[in-house]
């Protein structure tokens, strides 16, 4: 009787159902890719055009740019910092690929054309990276400064105008080209932003980075370089931004100097708030900056269809950011209370 007892006092273990559910409620992409399945539900019952094959192309195409770049943005968010200037990245690496590799210009393969446009983005981090740790001011300073400075090399450099780009669709023929359902630079921005990831939640670096943005002293103290991250950082998130600009480039064949621009980088780092990043640093995603892009642009492509105002889409963007930022503020409080595990 005794045995017995004690064997019913044992609590029972809940079902592989529960855990598996209990799991995915903590994740931090939980809720946004509930949203996102949400929207695309609604809409596809809204209009059959939702989800007619041009449209989820047109969807694909949209997503691509903003998610390689909100995946570089989510690593610096995260180690405390932000790059504003990348969108003016997403216009010069392509222009100094035309730079190179034009038949007008030098005429050099288009590969070697590419490469360079991505070091120099590569640069550019590198610069922003060392005036933000090593002079101590502030990267929204820093990025700000070098945003306007790389409209004006974009503009000298293409004389202000719009040129065709060498080599159009080459990038897109190393995945498929047309011959995929969706367009070849989303399944890149598909493979880095899982690759971000990986980085991100399972290597020393990832660790650092997080460290970093949590605790900056404690970082520090504890053998961690930060000065180097956040340059690695600042690095990854140009190079991201150059590729980004390149893919774009070839799949409309054209480069324009002002493409891009602030008005790509917002939505990447709205993206990434809306997908869990936080703007206080040591938390966030990159596959919930990824979902937080399908959102913004899923509430866009949607708007299109029903013909909504356009201005609506600018409201509900703000309001999605303030929301995120309340939740994370809040949820960081209570952790920091220690209500919250």
């Not at 190179?100 to 981090?125: C, D, M, Q, R, T």
């Not at 040129?163 to 598909?190: I, R, S």
């Not at 460290?211 to 900056?216: D, I, S």
Request: hydrophobic share 55%; net charge neutral; glycine share 12%.
């Amino acid at each position: 009787m005794a045995l017995a007892g004690a064997q019913e006092s044992i609590p029972r273990r809940a079902s592989l159902g529960w855990r598996v559910a209990g799991a995915f409620i903590q994740r931090r992409e939980a809720s946004i890719l509930l949203v996102a399945i949400g929207l695309a539900t609604y809409f596809a019952v809204s209009s059959s055009s939702f989800y007619d094959k041009d449209n989820a192309k047109n969807i694909a195409e949209s997503m691509a740019p903003i998610a390689l770049i909100a995946a570089g943005e989510v690593m610096l968010l995260i180690c405390g910092e932000i790059d504003l200037a990348v969108g003016r990245v997403f216009a010069l690496s392509p222009i100094i690929m035309y730079t190179v590799s034009s038949p007008e210009k030098h005429n050099l393969p288009i590969w070697i054309g590419a490469l360079l446009g991505l070091l120099a983005a590569a640069l550019v981090g590198l610069v922003n990276g060392v005036v933000t740790t090593f002079f101590r001011v502030p990267s929204f300073i820093t990025t700000l400064g070098m945003l306007f400075f790389l409209n004006g090399i974009n503009l000298r450099t293409s004389g202000g105008s719009q040129v065709e780009t060498p080599a159009p669709h080459a990038f897109h023929e190393l995945t498929g080209g047309y011959k995929l359902f969706l367009n070849a630079e989303f399944y890149w921005a598909v493979v880095l932003v899982v690759v971000v990831q990986f980085i991100l939640s399972r290597t020393r670096w990832g660790l650092h980075t997080i460290a970093t943005g949590g605790n900056l002293v404690g970082a520090s103290e504890s053998g961690v370089n930060v000065r180097f991250v956040k340059i690695g950082n600042f690095m990854l998130a140009n190079v991201l931004a150059g590729l980004a600009g390149i893919l774009d480039s070839e799949r409309i064949s054209s480069i324009q100097p002002l493409q891009g621009g602030p008005d790509i980088m917002f939505l990447a780092v709205a993206a990434a708030v809306i997908g869990g990043t936080s703007l206080l640093g040591g938390a966030g995603t990159v596959i919930g900056g990824f979902l937080g892009v399908s959102v913004l642009i899923i509430l866009q492509n949607g708007f299109n269809i029903l013909g909504v105002n356009a201005f609506n889409f600018d409201l509900i963007i703000g309001l999605a950011i303030l929301a995120s930022m309340i939740l994370n503020v809040q949820i960081q409080r209570l952790k920091t209370l220690g209500k919250l595990q």
